[in-house]
């Protein structure tokens, strides 16, 4: 969704671009942003969301992972989950 001002959510429901799938430990680390009715938004960790960019076909995503590298990420993270979902089914 984006708004006339430039400003893009992303909605995803389990699963993004018939590849990374919302898992408990991705929801574990996502931050409480708020809750708006029956509504309630989490924010992604830096790290959950380097890995959801890296499989778009978006360029403006490279440019968001480089901002994320340069702001810090826990490649640890990063490396466990892209092995754990390799072979995730849903």
Known sequence: MRNSD???????????????????????????????GNLSISLMSPEDLFLFKS??????DLDDMRILVESGVNWDVIFHECQKQSGYKI
């Open 6 to 36: 430039g400003f893009q959510c992303d909605v995803f429901y389990r699963q993004v671009c018939q590849g990374l799938v919302l898992t408990p430990r991705i929801l574990g680390r996502a931050e409480r942003y708020g809750r708006f």
């Open 55 to 60: 499989i778009t076909e978006r360029e403006l």
